[in-house]
């Protein structure tokens, strides 16, 4: 894991302490850890191998592995609270953009930015200014 993965969510600054991204059904995670034992992440998922564009983040799919479409989740579990904690997720009507800016599957390495809309149950986030860097799989 390498802490190349950085955004704004809600107007607040996420650096993640560590990120990895995966291939089988291609995703970028990222993790910042919170005082007192919290975390929130974030999940861009892609269900096809990447290439060089840009992707609407949406619904997410029935069911987790090969398959089309792309998404991302933003989820908080404060200080104390046991997960599952809150999930804000993308959807039909809160979207968001997943830029590929470099996919080197040689090198097994991807970079690129986003920015989504996220609701919950409880409420919704804006996560802005998003961006990863060489994430390694």
């Given at each position: 894991?390498d ?8 107007g607040v600054?996420?650096?993640a302490?560590?990120y ?7 995703y970028i ?12 992440d974030?999940y861009?998922?892609?269900g096809?191998t990447?290439r060089?564009?840009?992707y ?16 991302g989740?933003?989820t ?5 609270q046991?997960?599952?904690g ?8 809160s979207?968001?953009i997943l830029t590929i ?5 040689s ?12 609701t919950?149950s409880?409420?919704s986030?804006?996560?802005t ?9």
């Amino acid at each position: 894991l390498d802490d190349n993965c950085n955004a704004v969510v809600d107007g607040v600054p996420f650096e993640a302490g560590g990120y990895a991204a995966q291939e089988t059904y291609f995703y970028i995670y990222c993790a910042e850890a919170m005082s007192g034992h919290g975390y929130r992440d974030i999940y861009l998922y892609i269900g096809d191998t990447p290439r060089l564009e840009t992707y609407t983040l949406a619904d997410p799919p029935a069911e987790i592995g090969p398959n089309p479409g792309a998404w991302g989740y933003h989820t908080v579990i404060a200080p104390g609270q046991e997960p599952p904690g809150v999930t804000y997720s993308t959807s039909a009507s809160s979207t968001g953009i997943l830029t590929i800016t470099r996919y080197d599957p040689s090198a097994r390495r991807i970079s690129g930015s986003f920015s989504f809309s996220a609701t919950s149950s409880v409420g919704s986030v804006d996560v802005t200014k998003g961006v990863f860097t060489d994430a390694a799989w």
